[in-house]
T-cell receptor, first 115, second 111 residues
Framework: NAGVMQNPRHLVRRRGQEARLRCSPMKGHSHVYWYRQLPEEGLKFMVYLQKENIIDESGMPKERFSAEFPKEGPSILRIQQVVRGDSAAYFC?????????????FGAGTRLSVL | GDSVTQMEGPVTLSEEAFLTINCTYTATGYPSLFWYVQYPGEGLQLLLKATKADDKGSNKGFEATYRKETTSFHLEKGSVQVSDSAVYFCALGNTGNQFYFGTGTSLTVIP
């Protein structure tokens, strides 16, 4: 059973370009979470999605950031017109259901560098 | 709101030393508590968890006890190894959909 798969592992973009980060949850998991980890900081929640629905996007910046989890295919975190401050590691996690006892399983992350 | 406060690092220990990383939390209701470990260049891996007061989570020689009276979930290991060098995150999961993470504690174990 494959774990949470994120790609690419490393992504380099120039200022103003778009970044697309992909996340395939573990098999059987219908809940996906995105987190951002800035250098020397902990993980900050960005958004929580179920298939075709955004459930909580309270941690998402109001502009340039969007996320989706379509019926088919991976979840996508999209950052438009990237700026240097977007450089960070972005982690995706998945869980089988919404329950505080459930563990969130993390992918290896995508490290975004904005030049 | 819910939050986690974690002991700041970095922590450097000699092999076979005793490890404690402090974690305290603020939460309403009855959260679950977790310790995750992150090795260089990798994602977070669950180390252990506890879902109710007085539960003890344990794995790979690490332990943490859910103390509701002191709102704490300190991580301990009796004898650390070089391979334990990593960043350790305390986390809280409550009703809702977010996990709240501490800022992480970097541990380096020297031979």
């Amino acid at each position: 059973n494959a774990g949470v798969m994120q790609n690419p592992r490393h992504l380099v973009r120039r200022r103003g370009q778009e970044a697309r980060l992909r996340c395939s949850p573990m098999k059987g998991h219908s809940h996906v979470y995105w987190y951002r980890q800035l250098p020397e900081e902990g993980l900050k929640f960005m958004v929580y999605l179920q298939k075709e629905n955004i459930i909580d996007e309270s941690g998402m910046p109001k502009e340039r950031f969007s996320a989706e989890f379509p019926k088919e295919g991976p979840s996508i975190l999209r950052i438009q017109q990237v700026v240097r401050g977007d450089s960070a590691a972005y982690f995706c996690a998945s869980s089988p259901s919404l329950d505080t006892k459930n563990i969130q399983y993390f992918g290896a992350g995508t490290r975004l560098s904005v030049l | 709101g819910d939050s986690v406060t974690q002991m700041e690092g970095p922590v450097t220990l000699s092999e076979e030393a005793f490890l404690t990383i402090n974690c305290t939390y603020t939460a309403t209701g009855y959260p679950s508590l977790f310790w995750y470990v992150q090795y260089p260049g990798e994602g977070l891996q669950l180390l252990l968890k506890a879902t109710k007061a007085d539960d003890k989570g344990s794995n790979k020689g690490f332990e943490a006890t859910y103390r509701k009276e002191t709102t704490s979930f300190h991580l301990e290991k009796g004898s650390v190894q070089v391979s334990d060098s990593a960043v350790y995150f305390c986390a809280l999961g409550n009703t809702g959909n977010q996990f709240y993470f501490g800022t992480g504690t970097s541990l380096t174990v020297i031979p």
